[in-house]
């Protein structure tokens, strides 16, 4: 798509103005990253393995979702991604 602008729903409508309503299928006001990733109850199920690999080495947040953490190494970071990967694998939101 165009760069810096993700596929959620509020990026569509608020920055492309694309689709008509930025509401989560779940009925949430916008899907945007800290919705789906953290919040979303579409996805709270899948949500734990996420959740739990984060929590093992630091806080979660969406910050370190997106960007991992500085303050660990490389292995740990891979970890986090790896999570992340799986959590997007698993929600479908993307095919």
């Known amino acids: 798509m ?3 602008v993700s596929t959620l729903k509020f990026g569509l409508r608020c920055n492309l103005r694309v689709i ?3 509401k989560c299928n779940c009925g949430y006001k916008f899907e ?3 919705h789906f990733f953290l919040h979303c ?3 709270q199920d899948i949500r734990v393995n996420l959740v739990n690999t984060i929590t093992q080495f630091s806080p979660i947040s969406l910050e370190i979702v997106l960007h991992g953490n500085q303050l ?3 292995e740990h970071n891979i970890l986090i991604l790896d ?3 799986e959590f997007i694998r698993l ?3 993307f095919n």
Do not use: H, I
Request: no cysteine.
């Open 41 to 43: 109850l579409t996805y």
């Open 83 to 85: 999570a992340v990967f």
């Open 32 to 34: 945007n990253a800290e």
């Open 72 to 74: 660990l190494d490389y």
């Open 91 to 93: 929600s479908g939101r």
């Open 20 to 22: 008509d309503s930025p």
């Open 2 to 4: 165009f760069q810096g």
